[in-house]
């Protein structure tokens, strides 16, 4: 069962990690525009921010969040 819903977000700058940003073309109708827009390519690892906005419901997510974090 479903209890509440959280966003979370890749926190690169904490966990020290390499996320790769790249450029890339964006492509309208199959065909490559001279637009880019930027794309994050994020290392595996379990760093993540909490969305604070989400904390009406506090109850539930501190019940599954480990103390020592």
């Not at 966003?7 to 964006?26: F, G, L, T």
């Amino acid at each position: 069962n479903i209890l509440c819903a959280v966003n979370v977000q890749h926190d690169c700058i904490a966990s020290n990690s390499s996320c790769n940003i790249q450029y890339i073309r964006e492509k309208q109708e199959r065909a490559e525009t001279t637009k880019t827009k930027r794309v994050t390519q994020h290392t595996a690892n379990n760093a993540y921010v909490l969305n604070t906005h989400s904390l009406h419901n506090y109850s539930l997510i501190s019940a599954v969040i480990p103390p020592e974090i």
